[in-house]
């Protein structure tokens, strides 16, 4: 295979794994700088594990794609982890309507309902 033909597939399918995780709602432009710099990374092993050969160069660069694939596939997004309970950069999910709340707060601010406290949540008095 050219070398054109070569950069013009990883580029490519580095465009889908850019795609997948955008649509996936994760950071894209993290998949869109990291991957060619592991990509780089990953070519400069094989060639010092090779001795120079250029097939192996090429299989360490295309792998950094199916690793960032596997990961953005894998990684869940804000929504997901809100959706699971978990806490998400200072808010959580109301138990009642589901809607995201910070985690902080006692009250909903959708539907009124009292929040369960936790040691977080507790508040000193003043």
């Known amino acids: 295979m050219e070398p054109i033909w070569g950069l013009i597939l990883y580029l490519f399918l580095l465009a889908v794994v850019v795609v997948v995780a955008a649509t996936r709602k994760l950071a894209w432009w993290a998949f869109l700088l990291l ?10 092993l094989g060639s010092l594990a ?7 160069m090429g299989w360490m660069a295309f792998s950094s794609l199916l690793l960032a694939f596997f990961l953005a596939v ?3 997004s804000r929504a997901q982890k809100l959706a699971d ?5 200072g808010y959580k ?3 009642f309507c589901a809607e995201q ?3 902080a ?3 909903c601010r959708h539907c009124g309902s009292e929040l369960p406290t936790t040691d977080a949540t507790i508040r000193e008095p003043s």
């Open 35 to 44: 991957t060619p710099i592991a990509g780089f990374g990953l070519a400069i």
């Open 50 to 56: 090779s001795g120079g050969n250029g097939t192996a």
């Open 74 to 76: 894998s990684l869940k």
């Open 85 to 89: 309970g978990d806490h998400v950069d």
């Open 93 to 95: 999910k109301c138990p």
């Open 101 to 103: 709340v910070r985690d």
């Open 105 to 107: 707060a006692v009250k």
